[in-house]
């Protein structure tokens, strides 16, 4: 699951523990935010261990990614 | 609890646009409250239960009832963002039967667009979004566009059908009030300013001010007032998520269940419905909106828009105020699509469908709304 929490929220169970993810998956979804700032783009990938995260940058739908992590944030390209 | 409870009276405030004035948010909620106790034919002293949602007041019934010269009994502060009225509504019939209230005002006012022109929230930061710069909240129904266009092929063309449909309804002389009421072609919306691709500006809904109340009584107490009787026939809540990239699946919403309970208890299907009052924040809503409720198959949204289908003339009259694409948007609409399902029922539907929206296609309300000869 992510983010991290006490509860799983699909069984109620109770015995959770850290793990690392590979950082690979699809894109499920992305947008491209135009302000008068410039344009970025933002995505929703599916992880391959099963859960779905926000990252920068928005590759077509069901391309498939190696999430980076740069400066703390997750990037998609 | 089926049609235990009826809408007895409803009113909005006199302006949608407040700029240059010195009208605060309780002004309009005082504005549409008088014409919804003047509707029903009650006081306020007869108001015995309160309900409100705000982006202004943290804790919002203590202002209003301050402000009103209310004492309720019974006081509901429920904020499911733009659906929590159509809650009011199910919980307020559920206090009016269980014999905690017998007139309960549902009321809500905003000043947003006189403050600023962008949406007042109190939406918090989800810090493992905000890093990436979502604009609250287009970008989050823009994912949803995008998802649905890919898994069924739907179009912009047919969202834009949706803006185009919905400021039809407010050109139409009933709706004078209606905020815009230009003519709206499907060019017009696809040029407009991208904001969060797929969606322009045009796709999104209006910035406006506005007060919206109504008043929930037992359907016993609304036979000897003013008005024909809107008995609430069935009503129904849910929410699965809160943030979008923990929504399960984008193009399927919560709306699914709260329709089922509103269903059940109004004892109809989606085939009895005859008129539509459905959040629009955005041109996508209507699209999932309908799927989700039945009047269409999942992914059929698109398609099913399109042809005028849902515009004036139309095989399903939906958003016939205008929406809050055209009518009025002061930061939460969902009071607005209640009040015009009463005005649709009092006009002649027997069964009338209205459904609330929150935060990001999160809360999911649904009342069903009907005549005399439906209870």
């Not at chain 1, 929220?9 to 850290?18: I, K, N, S």
């Not at chain 1, 779905?52 to 999430?67: D, E, K």
């Not at chain 2, 009826?6 to 004035?21: K, L, N, P, R, V």
């Not at chain 2, 539509?276 to 409720?293: G, H, K, Q, R, S």
Request: proline content about 4%; glycine content about 12%; overall charge negative.
């Amino acid at each position: 699951m992510h983010p991290p929490r006490l509860i799983c929220p699909v069984d109620g169970g109770r015995e959770l523990a850290w793990e690392e993810s590979g950082g690979r998956g699809t894109v499920y979804s992305h947008t491209t935010v135009h302000s008068r700032e410039g344009s970025y783009g933002l995505c929703l990938v599916d992880l391959e261990e099963g859960y779905r995260v926000m990252a920068a940058g928005a590759p077509a739908i069901g391309t498939s990614v190696a999430l980076r992590v740069e400066e703390g944030h997750l990037c998609a390209e | 609890m089926r049609g235990v409870a009826a809408i007895a009276g409803i009113g909005e405030s006199d302006t949608f646009d407040a700029t240059g004035t010195d009208l605060s948010p309780l002004d309009l909620i005082a504005q549409a409250t008088l014409h919804a106790l003047d509707d029903a034919g009650l006081t306020a002293q007869d108001v015995d239960g309160l309900a409100t949602a705000s982006a202004y007041y943290g804790i919002p019934n203590l202002n209003v009832g301050e402000h009103l010269g209310i004492r309720p009994r019974w006081s509901d502060a429920n904020n499911l963002g733009g659906a929590s009225f159509m809650s009011h509504v199910l919980h307020a019939a559920a206090a009016i039967n269980a014999g905690l209230a017998e007139v309960v005002l549902v009321v809500y006012g905003s000043t947003q667009r006189k403050d600023g022109g962008r949406l007042k929230s109190i939406a918090e930061a989800f810090p493992y979004e905000q890093d990436y710069g979502p604009r609250y909240p287009i970008s989050q129904y823009a994912l949803a566009a995008h998802r649905h266009m890919h898994e069924f092929g739907t179009t912009r063309e047919q969202l834009a059908q949706v803006a185009v449909s919905a400021r039809a309804w407010a050109r139409e002389e009933r709706n004078a009030k209606a905020f815009a009421r230009d003519p709206l072609t499907v060019e017009d919306v696809l040029g407009a300013r991208m904001i969060s691709e797929p969606l322009t500006k045009l796709d999104a809904c209006l910035v406006t001010d506005g007060g919206g109340a109504l008043i929930v009584t037992s359907t016993e107490r609304a036979r000897t007032l003013k008005q024909p009787l809107v008995p609430v026939l069935g009503a129904g809540e849910a929410h699965w998520h809160r943030n979008i990239s923990q929504m399960p699946d984008l193009t399927t919403t919560a709306a699914q269940d709260s329709g089922a309970r509103a269903y059940a208890m109004a004892e109809v299907s989606a085939r009895d419905v005859q008129a539509v009052e459905l959040y629009d924040a955005f041109t996508i809503n209507p699209i999932l909106f309908l799927e989700d409720l039945g009047f269409c198959g999942k992914g059929e949204g698109g398609p099913f828009v399109a042809d005028g289908r849902i515009a004036p003339g139309g095989a399903l009259p939906v958003n016939t105020n205008g929406g809050g694409l055209s009518y009025c948007h002061p930061g939460m609409y969902g009071l607005f699509a209640l009040n015009e399902g009463v005005r649709q029922v009092r006009e002649g539907k027997d069964v009338v469908l209205c459904h609330g929206n929150g935060a990001v296609l999160s809360a999911q309300s649904t009342v069903i709304l009907g005549s005399e000869r439906a209870l």
